[in-house]
């Protein structure tokens, strides 16, 4: 979508926030240990590529991103830091991720042969995906180890220079199956330094197991959702083991204030009937914008005070009940500070039954972006 934007539906993100973020992190961690600044899904939501630059500034030594096309996305707009892929990438496509210097992850021994024949002079960097119980990508045993750093072993252009796995519960009070992935791990972990001579990046830890064990993560961390600002569950942010300032907050401005007789209903299905003479605002965001239908009955903040959304949530609008008459263009905000009071992300996602991460990271590209520094 285009940089110029008429409808008064905006998100703010806050780059001295993820600085801030990154910086308390960086407090914690021991000095030789390095940070992803994970930036995939459009730096969840925020923009990928500001995202990245400010994150780079603050301390982030390197980038991490799920698909190949968002990783080419940061090296197109000049960004030369290095950038791991999560995913899969099909084998005919390492050749861009070479000419680009962008590293990529694997766990097939098929898949490496492949890579092979696509590949030109230019050296591949990969890293290896261990799969310790998250049960998603990655190898599980000791043979397929052994036969992935047989497969390394012959193969030309490629460089081997890191190892990961990726915790399910790291974010949970109970570590039972937290500490079950550790010990698969460093089984794992002893295996391979019995057959690989050369070093290698290990990583270990998202936010949550970063924030809880910081001592423990070895090379880097790959810090995603508290370098946003956002606790990785209730559970993470109840230990108050560090202090993080979201980035992302979201606003709207009233474009129409009537006042609605009693008995009169509002919005698609006649669901909301006003109970009095009542002052009914329009905003014009809705559920095209990542603002879903069940957030009919969630409210929002006018000068400071709670409103509730009434009616449906209709494509492109969406109505609040106001306690008095506001002037056309006051401003609306869903998701953020307003004069004193806050609407949390968490709040949105407990209200939608999810977790904060998936919030951001729905609201569509048709909400602009606008880049702030610490002003709210
Ligand atoms: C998304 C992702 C992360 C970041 O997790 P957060 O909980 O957001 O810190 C880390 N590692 C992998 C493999 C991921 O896919």
Redesign the pocket.
């Known amino acids: 979508m285009s940089d110029v934007f008429y409808r008064p539906t905006w998100v703010e993100v806050n780059l001295d926030a993820v600085a801030y973020n990154i910086a308390q992190m960086k407090q914690k961690l021991p000095s030789d240990s390095s940070i992803f600044a994970?930036v995939?899904a459009d730096g969840y939501g925020h923009g990928a590529v500001k995202v990245a630059e400010a994150a780079l500034q603050a301390g982030a030594n390197a980038l991490?991103v799920?698909l190949l096309e968002e990783a080419l996305e940061l090296r197109h707009a000049g960004i030369k830091a290095p950038i791991l892929v999560?995913g899969w990438v099909a084998p005919r496509d390492a050749r861009i991720a070479s000419e680009h210097d962008i590293t990529l992850t694997f766990f097939q021994a098929e898949w490496l042969r492949e890579v092979e024949a696509h590949l030109n002079s230019k050296e591949l960097k990969l890293h290896m995906k261990w799969d310790t119980g998250m049960g998603r990508l990655g190898i599980r045993t000791e043979n397929e180890l052994k036969s992935l750093v047989e497969a390394l072993q012959t193969a030309d252009h490629i460089n081997l220079t890191g190892i990961y796995t990726?915790f399910a519960t790291a974010d949970e009070d109970d570590l039972t199956y937290f500490i079950e992935q550790k010990k698969r791990f460093y089984h794992l972990l002893s295996v391979f330094n019995r057959i690989w001579g050369e070093p290698v990046d290990i990583h270990i830890g998202?936010?949550?197991a970063s924030i809880r064990f910081p001592e423990k993560m070895h090379d880097f961390i790959?810090?995603?959702?508290?370098m946003y600002g956002l606790y990785?569950s209730q559970d993470v942010r109840n230990k108050q083991l560090i202090n993080l300032k979201p980035a992302f907050s979201m606003h709207s401005r009233l474009v129409h204030v009537k006042n609605v007789a009693r008995h009169e209903s509002i919005s698609y299905g006649a669901t909301y009937i006003t109970d009095h003479a009542e002052w009914i605002g329009t905003i014009p965001i809705g559920y095209a914008d990542g603002w879903p239908r069940k957030l009919q009955g969630m409210e929002v903040l006018i000068e400071g005070k709670r409103m509730p959304i009434v009616g449906r949530v209709c494509m492109d609008q969406t109505m609040i009940r106001l306690d008095k008459e506001y002037p056309v263009g006051t401003k609306v905000t869903l998701i953020g500070k307003n004069n004193g009071d806050e609407i949390e992300m968490d709040e949105i996602a407990n209200f939608l039954e999810t977790i904060n991460?998936e919030i951001p990271c729905m609201i569509s590209e048709r909400v602009p972006r606008i880049y702030v520094k610490n002003n709210g």
């Open positions: 994970v995939k991490a799920a999560f990726h998202n936010s949550a790959r810090f995603g959702i508290a990785p991460y």
